[in-house]
């Protein structure tokens, strides 16, 4: 039945054909089951693990290594030579796509356990009205139209409608399904809004809550998948898995590669085909299964096998360190996801909020002409420690200091049902019963005794005794011997103690309504209640309520009653019993945010991600709060920018679309709004970040790009999340971001280093097939590299320390590609450079080494026709142990040049020299390691047999240095073009031209940013100010010893307008000197290694000078641009609050 919130009882009983008296009788049963089922949550068919492992095998470059592996295998029975070593490649191969698809495998299922998770949340058993008899049923067997009873700890087993309710209240815990943790009263009477959310449909109980209070009875209108927790089934069952940011980047990447590849692979064996039928080769069929050889090898060498393995440790990694932050990953690729979102739609209650209800204000009346005398309280969670003190002159005040004071702690303390409890494994407060009652305990223990010894005692008390030590001490002055439970009537609840005296606390308007008498702060007895004082009294009430968005609460008591003329059997009567009273105090509390939420909502907006909250609850009390934390500016028109979902459901599309982009905060929000809201998001192009933590979360925490379940959330959300909070706070989502930010930093940077790599391995086999020059590298060396030698450096580099601008650069597009523009042409120079080294090597052994056999070019282009041009040199040398020497000489200056290419992966356009190598140990560490593995395979014979090379002697290996060592060189100066042309560091905006002296005291390294900007900029303009006259007055007034006496404004300054040193007049011969420079070096370097053996006296002296003469230039040209960004960075951190960066 839908919409029964609207219908009376009567009414729903009617549509059901049921007497709420008597139940559905048997052949009703088994008519509704029939038609509407088992009241149970489906089960879903698990996935095949079959079709997991193939999923793992639906990517390009996956099937051109599986291919590759086939292949290498095939060629392998039928290798002529030691076949264990044929072996290895196709062999290795496997195992890493085994590995690969174990993990992915492993990964899977997360939404199948969310909604396994869901049947948690169904009660076993129901109590069941049926045929005129009460009776124990399975829940599973109730249909629509059964009428069930329900008690305090009853789940609800189906959605219901309440008939009767059998106690003076009835509440009902909904946290699982509105994340609110404050439980809601139920009711009888029908709703007339038919637009009423589930928040406000009084009168529903909805499957798998609880009630906590009161006794009830309930028909079942909903059952099974129909239900509120039904429909969150269907939204989680429904979902499809979409592809994070990286995956997307890295299968688009793994495309492009992979037709790169295919055809470079094509293109060598067709480019030798005149080469098939040549004799070494046996005949045609045997030159063809030669050279395609070869281009297995080239595929080999293109596809970077360990980057899945390496991405795999990064994210790892990522997952540890936020692990120490507090955040847990449930899913790896959600780590780098992170880095580019753009948006996070936060919860209120428990994320922004403390979601532990604390007094902040209590107002007392003054005097008899009814001033107001206010005391705020410090703290902002159960914890029993924080001053009392008054708004007038902040000071210090307990019970001892007025009585008036006594009888609020009497009242909060005695006339409250809750307990603070210290709960040692968390380390934490926690509260048993209402948390309003547990605030007021708290506000008691805060407050202090009317002892002062008792009071001086407190600290010393352990955290076990200290939570309710107060408390004990009004429980043991007056006994408690009655009480008068809440009636919705009177909205009050009362107590007696001492069998003299009652205690009260309610609403404040129906508190002071029935009060007349008021106790004076400034005096010791009551004085009448007059007109004027009421005003007063609920003028205080509405600010609280409406301006501060405080949860009121009115203290009141009687003195001398006779309880002998109570009647607590009859609640009807419990209002007269509270006529006449003494009215003592008016409480404030609320739902307090986090303190460091303000800070990271600040940080948020520096990074340029938006911050939206969506809650259920009441709009005036989150508005307040997102005004407190800085969502909004505390004056801030909140049109366009603040909606209920109701406000949200009645607009057009269109307005839908135009209010996503400017609203930051949502409220009395249901799941389906929350699933809206991230589609809105998505098909905007935003990355959404979604938190929650109950059941009706779980949707749209699958349906956003990452979903941030709460620690203390349900299992549902959890399981259906990405990332779980343990400690349900907002902060540490802003600092889960930033290293999102830098895992994505450093996955760029080893994937430049493993496609920089690779490339030049691919230069390096396409060169020797072009060139007609021996096979300088065979696959299992090649293969050695890819996954060992460059693996270990990679992994290290996801040790890099972020930028420091890390959190004040935008959020990334999610289209923005991983590898494109100039970054790829980049890699290709570098890995151009790589691969001709790497052949250059091998040519140099065989042309210019003294040790070697010093044949002419043409002959060692034209081995294949050896024994018929010249063979008279030997042609069994590129078969025997000179082959062999060449090939490692290859083999090293690979190794080695991918090593300093590892160290130039360090940052991305950070030179060398501002941020060391030191910098990550872990990487110096890897460098050192891998090269040890290059000594083993080199000087331990089973290797050396097994990868088909033989050791180097020094002469050797200097020449592998000098050949490789240009490549930190060349990257430096691609380093400098980025940093100056293609991509300037952040410059500072400004609209008003500061003065800077340079007298500054605040901290060392002031005095040279001073002298850098004095250096660099004629102007000397560093800071972003409004263009206003009193503001350039405040400067100088709050920073005389920053500024000089007048701040000069300078029209001619617009946004923007502040200096890049790459455009200095100064700067740009320096730059091409710089490029001169390296030209020259590089090119002598060459010379050098390539000259006659008679030059070997001046060999290493030339060949110093030239590299110090290189970098001597290198540092000329990158210091202008370093010391200018240091200038910034430094000025930054120094005044935080002044100076602004932006992007170029």
């Keep these: 039945m839908d919409n029964s919130f609207v219908k009376t009882p009567e009414e729903v009983c009617r549509y059901f054909n049921v007497d709420n008296t008597l139940g559905l009788k048997t052949n009703q049963v088994k008519e509704q089951q029939e038609k509407f089922g088992k009241n149970e949550l489906p089960e879903e068919e698990s996935t095949p693990l079959y079709k997991l492992i193939l999923e793992q095998f639906q990517d390009q470059l996956v099937l051109i290594l599986l291919g590759a592996a086939i292949v290498s295998f095939v060629l392998a029975i039928f290798e002529d030579q030691d076949t264990a070593t044929a072996f290895v490649e196709p062999a290795v191969i496997l195992i890493i796509l085994i590995a690969n698809a174990t993990v992915g495998v492993l990964q899977e299922s997360s939404a199948e356990k969310a909604i396994d998770a869901l049947r948690e949340y169904s009660p076993d058993e129901a109590k069941v009205l049926r045929d005129g008899a009460v009776r124990k049923l399975r829940s599973e067997e109730l249909v629509p139209g059964d009428i069930i009873d329900l008690a305090v700890g009853d789940k609800i087993p189906a959605d219901a409608r309440v008939l009767a309710i059998y106690s003076s209240v009835f509440r009902v815990d909904q946290a699982l399904l509105t994340g609110e943790s404050v439980s809601v009263e139920k009711q009888v009477e029908s709703i007339k809004d038919e637009g009423a959310v589930k928040q406000d449909q009084c009168n529903m109980l909805f499957s798998g809550t609880t009630c906590v209070i009161g006794k009830a009875r309930a028909i079942v209108v909903k059952t099974g998948v129909s239900t509120a927790i039904g429909d969150i089934h269907t939204s989680i069952s429904s979902q499809i898995s979409e592809k994070t940011p990286l995956k997307r980047k890295l299968d688009d990447f793994g495309d492009m590669l992979a037709k790169v590849i295919t055809v470079i692979c094509i293109l060598v064996w067709l480019v030798n085909i005149r080469n098939f039928n040549h004799p070494s080769h046996k005949g045609w069929l045997g030159g063809a299964v030669y050279y395609f050889k070869i281009a297995v090898a080239l595929a080999v060498a293109a596809i970077p096998e360990g980057l899945a393995a390496v991405i795999t440790a990064c994210l790892a990694l990522g997952t540890k360190k936020m692990a120490k932050r507090g955040a847990i990953v449930r899913s790896l690729p959600s780590v780098e996801t992170l880095g580019c979102t753009s948006v996070i739609c936060s919860d209120k209650t428990g994320t922004l909020t403390t979601n532990q209800m604390s007094v902040s204000r209590v107002a007392l009346v003054s005097n008899g002409s009814g001033a107001i005398h206010e005391l705020s309280i410090d703290g902002t969670s159960y914890e029993p420690i924080g001053d009392v003190k008054t708004m007038s002159n902040n000071q210090t005040v307990t019970p001892t200091d007025s009585s008036v004071l006594h009888d609020v702690a009497l009242v909060c303390s005695l006339c409250n049902d809750a307990r603070i409890v210290y709960d040692a494994s968390a380390d934490a407060y926690t509260a048993i019963g209402e948390p309003t009652e547990a605030a007021l305990q708290v506000l008691v223990e805060k407050m202090g005794t009317t002892n002062n010894q008792f009071n001086g005692q407190l600290g010393s008390l352990s955290k076990e005794h200290r939570s309710t030590a107060c408390n004990d001490y009004y429980s043991n002055l007056a006994k408690r011997t009655a009480t008068l439970e809440f009636t919705r009537d009177r909205k009050s609840m009362s107590v007696i103690i001492n ?341 250059f090597g091998y040519v140099w052994w065989f042309m210019y080494y003294t040790g070697g056999p010093q044949i002419s070019y043409y002959q060692l282009s034209h081995f294949h026709n050896c024994s018929e041009l010249f063979p008279e040199i030997g042609c069994e040398m590129f078969s025997n142990a000179f082959s062999m020497k060449a090939t490692t000489m290859s083999l ?108 500054f005291t605040l901290q060392k390294y002031q005095m040279l940013t001073c002298l850098l900007m004095e250096i660099l900029f004629h102007d000397r303009s560093i800071m972003v100010v409004p263009f206003d006259d009193a503001v350039v007055t405040h400067l100088n007034d709050t920073y005389p010893r920053l500024f000089k006496d007048e701040i000069q404004q300078d029209e001619s300054l617009n946004p923007g307008s502040a200096p890049n040193p790459a455009h200095d007049p100064k700067i740009f011969p320096a730059a091409v000197l710089c490029l001169l420079c390296s030209a020259v070096c590089l090119v002598f370097c060459f010379y050098r290694v390539i000259s006659p053996h008679k030059y070997q006296d001046e060999y290493y002296t030339r060949g110093f000078l030239a590299w110090a003469s290189a970098i001597l230039a290198l540092l000329l040209t990158i210091l202008s641009s370093v010391m200018y960004q240091d200038a910034v960075d430094q000025l930054n951190l120094a005044y935080p609050h002044l100076i602004a960066t932006t992007g170029p």
């Excluded at 990332?723 to 971001?737: G, P, Q």
């Excluded at 490549?967 to 560091?985: G, N, Q």
Aim: hydrophobic fraction near 45%.
């Design 499 to 839: 069998n003299n005296t009652l205690l009260v606390k309610g609403a404040p308007e129906s508190i002071i309504d029935r009060c007349s008498f008021v106790r004076l702060s400034e005096s010791s007895g009551p004085v009448p209640m007059t007109a004027a004082i009421r005003d007063i009294l609920n003028n205080k009430v509405h600010e609280y309520g409406q301006g501060m968005s405080l949860r009121c609460i009115g203290l009141a008591k009687i003195e001398n009653i006779d309880p002998n003329q109570f009647n607590l059997r009859d609640q009807t009567k419990f209002a007269q019993y509270e006529n006449n009273m003494t009215f003592v105090g008016l409480v404030g509390m609320m739902d307090p945010p986090r303190p460091e939420v303000a800070e990271s909502i600040i940080e948020c907006k520096t990074a340029g991600i938006r911050v939206i909250v969506i809650t259920g609850d009441n709009k005036n009390t989150a508005e307040a709060i997102c005004r407190q934390i800085g969502v909004f500016d505390v004056d801030e028109d909140l049109t366009g920018k603040s909606y209920t979902g109701r406000e949200f459901d009645a607009l057009t599309e269109s307005e839908k679309v135009a209010a996503i982009k400017r609203a930051s905060l949502f409220t009395r929000t249901e799941p389906a709004h929350k699933q809206q809201l991230v589609d809105l998001l998505k098909a905007n192009g935003e990355i959404v970040a979604m938190t929650g933590d109950g059941v009706n979360d779980a949707p749209a925490l699958k349906k956003a790009d990452i979903g941030i379940a709460m620690g203390s959330g349900t299992d549902v959300a959890k399981l259906a999340a990405d990332m779980v909070l343990a400690d349900d706070n907002f902060a540490t989502i802003e600092k889960a971001v930033e290293e999102g930010r830098s895992i994505y930093n450093n996955t760029k940077q080893f994937i430049r280093y493993l496609i920089s790599s690779n490339i030049g391995e691919v230069v390096s086999i396409f060169l020797t097939v072009l060139l007609g020059l021996p096979e300088a590298l065979i696959p299992v060396q090649l293969l050695w590299v890819n996954l060992v030698t460059d693996g270990l450096p990679a992994t290290a580099l996801g040790f890099n320390p972020p930028d420091h601008d890390i959190m004040r650069r935008p959020p990334r597009s999610s289209k923005e590609p991983l590898v494109g523009g100039w970054l790829f042409f980049r890699y290709m120079f570098v890995g151009t450079y790589v691969g001709i080294a790497t052949v």
């Design 892 to 999: 090293s200056i690979l190794v080695v040049i991918e090593m300093l290419n590892a160290m130039n992966s360090l940052s991305e356009n950070e030179s060398l020299l501002t941020l060391p190598l030191w910098n990550n140990p872990y990487l110096v560490l890897s460098i050192a390691l891998s090269m040890m593995l290059h000594f083993m395979i080199l000087y331990v014979p089973f290797f050396t047999k097994l990868f088909v090379i033989i050791p180097l002697n020094f002469d050797e290996w200097m020449a592998v240095l000098w050949i490789s060592l240009p490549v930190i060189l060349i990257d430096e100066v691609l380093k400098f073009i980025t940093r100056t042309w293609i991509a300037p560091p952040t410059i500072v905006q400004l609209d008003v031209k500061v003065q800077v002296v340079g007298d």
